[in-house]
């Protein structure tokens, strides 16, 4: 036990002077590859060991930008932790040095979304979008983002432009149906999901989500279509059976719900 205690000890004393020796290219190389074989540890050391050996290397941007990518995914690894904000700092010193980098820009505003800081995560596609108007990742997740702040007139002029740009965009469509069911014109917004369930059948999330509104319109037995086919094509899914349990309660089938609820909870469990 001593012997080994005193080889990691050994290694950890040597560990900087093996960074030392390393060139700005070694050190990235190492963290990509430690990023790779999810150490995301070491690979956070690596990229903040490469930045100090060049601090005013133009090439930091990408750096910058990596590392933050590997807070991130600490983050998400756990999210009671505070790397959300060391990932952002990161994020934001890379979008500094290239701030016409858009794949840079991208990053910090997809962060932005998920942690759903709605407002910064359109600004960064607004200046995506005034470098290239054209770009429709960009519209369909700044669309998504207004949606979601309840901004239905800009996130609909969104997901339009989408739609002109590329007629056939499912994203832009589902959302365009959405909207028109929030702002309460439900026939059009059945329609819209017709033709998107027409163009892609094998679809089971267009399915619940046209199941879900005709149950909100309390026509039950067109949504147990949808959910039945939903979960023919996804028997594994519990969100399905969840889904039709409620709609099953909703026409007075208690045990037909209670037989949907006991296949969720199954299928839970076995997950």
Known sequence: MRTKQTIIALLI??????LAAQT???LVESALRAAQADSLETAEMLYKQAIRSAPDDYRNALAYHDL?????????KNTDSKKYEEALFNYSKAVDMQPTAIPIVFSRANFYLNLKNYGKAIYDYTSILDM????IDALNY???AYFQQREYDRAK???????????????????V????QKTNKFGEAIKRMDFLIAEYPERDDL????ASMLTDRGQYELALVDMDRAIEISPSNPTYYVQRAEIYEQKGKKKLANRDRRNAAKLVVSH
Not at 13 to 18: A, E
Not at 207 to 210: P, V
């Open 24 to 26: 700005y290219e070694e």
């Open 177 to 180: 149906a959405l909207i028109l």
């Open 207 to 210: 399915l619940a989500i046209r």
């Open 157 to 175: 002029a969104d997901y339009e432009s989408v739609l002109r740009l590329k007629a056939s965009d499912p994203t832009a469509a589902l959302g």
């Open 142 to 144: 700044r669309a998504y």
């Open 132 to 135: 290239v108007p054209t770009n």
């Open 13 to 18: 004393l040597l560990l900087p002077i093996t």
């Open 68 to 76: 933050g990518h590997v807070q991130e995914m600490l983050y998400w």
